[in-house]
């Protein structure tokens, strides 16, 4: 076979070559921010708003894999496109997904608020979960708990009173271990939840009743005693019993830990701390509290998730709606 001796040669001027990629880049640099320096400047400002630290290298993490993954450098090369196909080849369940859908979208409406973006076109990127709604505590297993626990004993009262704080007010755990004497105003009869020890950072008063004022004055005073014990100086109302705060992570609290060690003890269900939030939530509703009033009282962000709290079964809706449709 005679070879075509030049057909497949080409001469070109690699320059051309060269200043087109080089243009290409300074274009994308100019116009758009690297992404390992949004990260970094988003980072300082979620640790000035008060978030937690993990909470901060979740986000940080979750949009590194994203850079990765897509072989990513800038913010403009976050598309649609790249989202899903990110969303595409993890291999992970779909609650996972969203999960990390969620933080990413925070990420990049943070970048939206930092004029980075011109607009928000990931919010229409959605994963559909089906979710599990988990019931609340029910009543009369808290009235249950509570005669069972020995309330002479400082634990048995602090977490009496601990659990009773958390299904009459619906506040988180983390919240309750952050809580101090300053919080409850004992002549108004409410507590008042400063931003910084609330998840959404808003201000936020809550009503209690008499029974909840008095065993507050009663525990401080056996706080007091620990306290003056171990030389510890604290305010925090819930206290371990060397006097030392409980303000740590949800799964390390001791209450947290207590209410497990109760469920097994007693045979009783749906008592840990969510379970008593969402039974707080339940009681507002049956009383006539319209969704978006619960929605404040647990400091949500949007209706949606209060709904998740409310456990309505089909009977329940069902004889709800006729006192409104049926004369």
Same mark, same amino acid.
């Given at each position: !076979?005679?070879?075509?001796?030049?057909?497949?040669?080409?001469?070109?001027?690699?320059?051309?070559? =060269?200043? +087109?990629?080089? %243009?290409?880049?300074?274009?994308?640099?100019?116009?758009? =921010? !690297?992404?390992?320096?949004? $990260?970094?400047?988003?980072?300082?400002? !979620?640790?000035? &708003?008060?978030?937690?630290?993990?909470?901060?290298?979740?986000?940080?993490?979750?949009?590194? @894999?994203?850079?990765? %993954?897509? %072989? $990513?450098?800038?913010? /403009? +090369?976050?598309?649609?496109?790249?989202?899903y196909s990110w969303l595409e080849n993890m291999q992970v369940s779909k609650q996972t997904k969203l999960t990390r859908l969620k933080a990413l979208k925070s990420f990049l409406s943070k970048c939206y608020t930092n004029g980075?973006?011109?607009?928000?076109?990931?919010?229409?990127? /959605?994963?559909? #979960?089906?979710?599990?709604?988990?019931?609340?505590?029910?009543?009369?297993?808290?009235?249950?708990?509570?005669?069972?626990?020995?309330?002479?004993?400082?634990?048995? *009262?602090?977490?009496a009173v601990a659990i009773l704080t958390m299904y009459k007010t619906g506040i988180r755990i983390n919240t309750l271990g952050k809580l101090e004497e300053k919080h409850i105003n004992f002549d108004e009869k409410t507590m008042?939840? +400063?931003?910084?020890?609330?998840?959404?950072?808003?201000?936020?008063?809550?009503?209690?009743?008499?029974?909840?004022?008095?065993?507050?004055? #009663?525990?401080?005073?056996?706080?007091?005693? $620990?306290?003056?014990?171990?030389?510890?100086?604290?305010?925090?109302?819930?206290?371990?019993?060397?006097?030392?705060?409980?303000?740590?992570?949800?799964?390390?609290?001791?209450?947290? =830990?207590?209410?497990?060690?109760?469920?097994?003890?007693?045979?009783?269900?749906?008592?840990?701390? @969510?379970?008593?939030?969402?039974?707080?939530? =339940?009681?507002? *509703? &049956?009383?006539?509290?319209?969704?978006?009033? $619960?929605?404040?009282?647990?400091? @949500?962000?949007?209706?949606? #998730?209060?709904?998740?709290?409310?456990?309505?079964?089909?009977?329940? #809706?069902? /004889?709800?709606?006729?006192?409104?449709?049926?004369?």
């Amino acid at each position: !076979m005679t070879k075509k001796s030049g057909l497949f040669e080409v001469e070109v001027d690699l320059n051309l070559l =060269k200043f +087109e990629n080089e %243009a290409t880049v300074k274009h994308v640099k100019n116009n758009s =921010k !690297m992404i390992k320096d949004a $990260i970094q400047i988003v980072k300082r400002q !979620m640790i000035s &708003s008060g978030l937690r630290p993990r909470t901060i290298k979740d986000y940080e993490t979750i949009v590194n @894999h994203l850079k990765d %993954a897509q %072989a $990513i450098t800038f913010l /403009n +090369e976050i598309t649609l496109d790249s989202i899903y196909s990110w969303l595409e080849n993890m291999q992970v369940s779909k609650q996972t997904k969203l999960t990390r859908l969620k933080a990413l979208k925070s990420f990049l409406s943070k970048c939206y608020t930092n004029g980075w973006y011109e607009s928000k076109f990931w919010q229409d990127v /959605n994963i559909k #979960v089906d979710k599990k709604v988990k019931a609340g505590a029910n009543e009369k297993d808290v009235q249950l708990l509570i005669s069972l626990l020995d309330l002479n004993t400082f634990i048995g *009262l602090r977490d009496a009173v601990a659990i009773l704080t958390m299904y009459k007010t619906g506040i988180r755990i983390n919240t309750l271990g952050k809580l101090e004497e300053k919080h409850i105003n004992f002549d108004e009869k409410t507590m008042v939840l +400063e931003g910084e020890i609330l998840k959404n950072h808003k201000l936020l008063k809550l009503p209690i009743d008499n029974q909840l004022i008095q065993l507050y004055q #009663v525990l401080i005073q056996q706080n007091n005693k $620990i306290r003056r014990h171990y030389h510890q100086n604290n305010e925090n109302i819930f206290i371990s019993y060397k006097g030392t705060p409980l303000d740590t992570k949800s799964t390390n609290n001791a209450i947290s =830990k207590q209410l497990t060690k109760y469920s097994k003890q007693f045979g009783l269900k749906n008592i840990n701390p @969510h379970a008593l939030r969402r039974a707080f939530a =339940k009681n507002l *509703l &049956s009383k006539g509290a319209n969704i978006a009033l $619960i929605s404040k009282a647990l400091g @949500h962000s949007n209706l949606e #998730v209060t709904t998740q709290y409310l456990d309505l079964d089909v009977d329940e #809706v069902s /004889n709800s709606l006729r006192e409104y449709l049926i004369e």
